[in-house]
């Protein structure tokens, strides 16, 4: 059974930064395409970010292209979202999603093609 916990979140203030961070077990990762996910109160679950399981393909949503890196260390099962500048609209649920169906450098950025999700970790930028 594939399992991902989601760990990082908090409260910061506008400009501030915070690094999510979601462990994969029980599956093969290294073979996973990966992503995150947010979702803010009363909104549908948005793309933000996603790596490819080579790590050679990223993909960022445009409202955090050059704030958010993705990155992935398969040695570890682990997948990293780095988070600067961050904004009140950033506020909301994060969640880590995994696609065990793509090649090595292809990703896909729509949430039903996601297969296994985290419990999701809470984001707060306060202004």
């Known amino acids: 059974q594939v399992q991902l916990v989601e760990s990082g979140g908090g409260l910061v203030q506008a400009g501030g930064s915070l690094r999510l961070s979601c462990a994969v077990s029980?599956?093969?990762?290294?073979?996973?395409?990966m992503a995150w996910f947010r979702q803010a109160t009363g909104k549908e679950r948005e793309f933000v970010a996603a790596?490819?399981?080579?790590?050679?393909?990223?993909h960022y949503a445009d409202s955090v292209s050059g704030r958010f890196t993705i990155s992935r260390d398969n040695a570890k099962n682990a997948v990293y979202l780095q988070m600067n500048s961050l904004k009140p609209e950033d506020t909301a649920v994060y969640y880590c999603?995994?696609?065990?169906?793509?090649?090595?450098?292809?990703?896909?950025?729509?949430?039903?093609?996601?297969?296994?999700w985290g419990q999701g970790t809470q984001v707060t930028v306060s202004s």
């Open positions: 999603a995994a696609d065990p169906k793509r090649d090595k450098n292809t990703i896909v950025i729509v949430k039903e093609l996601y297969e296994y």
């Open positions: 029980g599956g093969t990762f290294s073979s996973y395409a």
């Open positions: 790596i490819s399981w080579s790590g050679v393909t990223t």
